[in-house]
């Protein structure tokens, strides 16, 4: 098993940043890839960032060159750092977390951009 507990949701301005951080524990040893995933009101759930355990990053097209994924082993926390913030990119944000077995998710946070 796998908990996820996240932070840093919240309400930002447009153009505004926000750091949102997902710490892990239980069986880590076993999870080689974690991420975030948003939904909207009314839309799909998205994969947003998502970074391997030897480092490899992925992001959706829209959050690239504003959005960074990074890890921290050592804390196994995962962060999703925002910046440039729109108000399109309003939504809960769910952090998780793969295994062979199973997928682990966060229990979500909420960004709003709106000013």
């Known amino acids: 098993q796998v908990q996820l507990v996240e932070s840093g949701g919240g309400l930002v301005e447009p153009g505004g940043s926000r750091g949102l951080s997902c710490a892990a524990s239980?069986?880590?040893?076993?999870?080689?890839?974690m991420g975030w995933y948003r939904q909207a009101p009314g839309k799909q759930r998205e994969l947003v960032a998502e970074?391997?355990?030897?480092?490899?990053?992925y992001y959706l097209d829209s959050v690239k060159g504003r959005f960074t994924i990074s890890r921290d082993n050592d804390k196994n926390t995962v962060y999703l750092q925002m910046n440039s913030l729109k108000p399109e990119d309003t939504a809960v944000y769910y952090c998780?977390?793969?295994?062979?077995?199973?997928?682990?998710w966060g229990q979500g946070t909420q960004v709003t951009v709106s000013s």
């Open positions: 998780y977390a793969r295994t062979t077995m199973k997928t682990y």
């Open positions: 239980g069986s880590i040893f076993s999870v080689y890839v």
């Open positions: 970074m391997t355990r030897d480092d490899s990053a």
